[in-house]
């Protein structure tokens, strides 16, 4: 990854200024990205919201401003007024304009120049700040491929009535994506019209359209069948980069990681545990969190649950676990570092929630995938790994304890799992080709370079 000296001295004078959606799934592909970016000889500036801010001591490379939510006089640190204030209103825009226009103007040393501005796709106003300032700006997508050719089809969805179909259809075929079924498509959590979600996803697509690129955590290998598409509905160049083959996500990590898990999973035979996470923001309520624990001791297996505060509603979780709980067989964590556990030669499986990041993060490693999935781009993403890259069982008819502990078995142990066992890890070995010199993933990477360096 080491450029030259001398590229290096050249890039260091261009400066790159990038805005992360303050999510957990958000930040951590922005920080990557600026990680390789910095990597590659560029300044790294980020802009933060003191909601959910980054953490900047791990970053000493890097400067960093707050941004959008730091006026005093407003509180703005929930996110119910965040996304009040920036997501759906103008405020947001105005705020980001005054900023970036002083930062633009006047806090560069006298070397330095900005060659352009990288956002998360949700901040869709920043393409009109970007306008006014004159600055190209190009869009991280944080989720995948896929999901986003159906997130650009909703309005078409639902003026054929999809979302307000009654449930005697959740088993059909959707005719414009036959991949998936109406229950898919019900599950991202669109409301018919013109509200809330839909809204977002909207201007997120037509602004996403009108940025000069669009950077996405992916490899071609994985979601080739998508790009004839993506290049027809987003016109713009398209960089398509596996994040966690190149930098972990862990220094951006919100939480405090649980490393103690480390040797108690040093000591299990290899790929014999399932590694259950759900991700920064999935909920359930108490009676699929007890489906979700019986289904893990009756599989017979050995596994680490990820349960994060929070995650179970309205419960002290622990106390209506089984007598023992988790015995001999299993460990509890209440948050890890996710992509070493997927990388360690004890991991077997990951049941998932299914965001992007957890992923393609699984991807990378090889790791044969149980998907749930609860909302947004998740049951996408889950319909996608078990049917087209075939290395994933997806749990579609909800949390069943007879059902989770059938599927872990399989996907772990049983020969009838051992096809997927086998994608995977073809899979992993094209994500590894992908980013060695002349792969298709280290082509994206020199020619996002050289696109950044030319504007
Ligand atoms: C959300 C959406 O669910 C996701 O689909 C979207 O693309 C981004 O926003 P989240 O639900 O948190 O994100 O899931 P995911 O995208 O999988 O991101 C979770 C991140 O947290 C991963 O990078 C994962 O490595 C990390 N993580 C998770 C940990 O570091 N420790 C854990 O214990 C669990």
Not at 422 to 444: F, I, P, T, W, Y
Request: aromatic share 10%; charged share 25%.
């Amino acid at each position: 990854l080491q450029p030259t000296t001398m590229e290096t001295t050249v890039r260091r004078h261009r400066r790159i200024i990038m805005l992360p959606f303050p999510f957990q799934g958000h930040i951590n592909p922005m920080l990557q990205l600026a990680n390789l970016l910095y990597s590659k000889g560029f300044s790294i500036t980020i802009l933060h919201t003191n909601f959910n801010a980054p953490r900047i001591s791990n970053y000493p490379h890097f400067t960093f401003k707050s941004i959008l939510d730091n006026d005093p006089e407003k509180r703005r640190f929930e996110l119910a007024e965040f996304s009040k204030d920036f997501i759906h209103n103008q405020d947001g825009g105005d705020a980001l304009l005054h900023e970036l226009g002083l930062l633009v103007a006047s806090g560069l040393d006298e070397n330095e120049r900005v060659s352009c501005l990288i956002t998360d796709s949700y901040w869709h106003f920043a393409q009109t700040v970007a306008d006014r300032l004159n600055l190209p700006r190009l869009v991280l997508r944080t989720m995948g491929l896929f999901c986003t050719t159906v997130y650009s089809s909703i309005p078409l969805l639902d003026a054929r009535g999809y979302f307000t179909l009654d449930d005697s259809h959740l088993e059909e075929r959707v005719a414009e994506f036959p991949l998936l079924k109406v229950k898919d498509i019900k599950k991202i959590g669109i409301e018919s019209g013109e509200v809330g979600y839909a809204v977002l996803i909207r201007h997120m697509v037509k602004q996403t359209k009108a940025a000069s690129g669009v950077i996405w955590n992916s490899f071609k290998e994985l979601e080739e069948p998508m790009l004839e598409r993506i290049s027809r509905d987003f016109p713009g160049p398209h960089f398509l980069i596996p994040f966690p083959k190149y930098y972990t996500a862990s220094s951006s990590s919100l939480l405090e990681q649980d490393r103690t898990i480390f040797p108690w999973l040093d000591q299990q035979p290899a790929k014999s545990v399932v590694y259950v996470s759900f991700g920064s923001l999935s909920q359930v309520d108490e009676k699929q969190f007890l489906e979700i624990g019986h289904g893990l001791v009756n599989s017979k297996q050995r596994f680490l649950w990820v349960v994060r505060d929070g995650f179970v509603e309205d419960l002290t979780w622990f106390e209506s676990l089984p007598v023992g709980f988790p015995g001999e067989r299993g460990r509890v964590a209440q948050w890890a570092p996710q992509q070493e556990v997927l990388a360690h030669e004890a991991t077997g499986a990951f049941w998932t929630h299914s965001g992007w990041n957890s992923t393609i993060e699984s991807v990378c490693e090889g790791v044969p995938m149980i998907c749930s999935a609860f909302r947004g781009d998740q049951p996408l993403d889950a319909r996608y790994m078990s049917d087209v890259s075939g290395v994933a069982v997806y749990l579609e008819n909800g949390l069943q304890r007879d059902e989770i502990a059938r599927v872990i078995r399989r996907i772990l142990v049983d020969e009838e799992g051992k096809e997927i066992r086998e994608s995977a890890k073809l899979l992993k070995q094209k994500s590894d080709l992908s980013v060695m010199k002349g792969g298709s993933s280290d082509d994206s990477v020199e020619s996002l370079v050289d696109y950044i360096s030319s504007l």
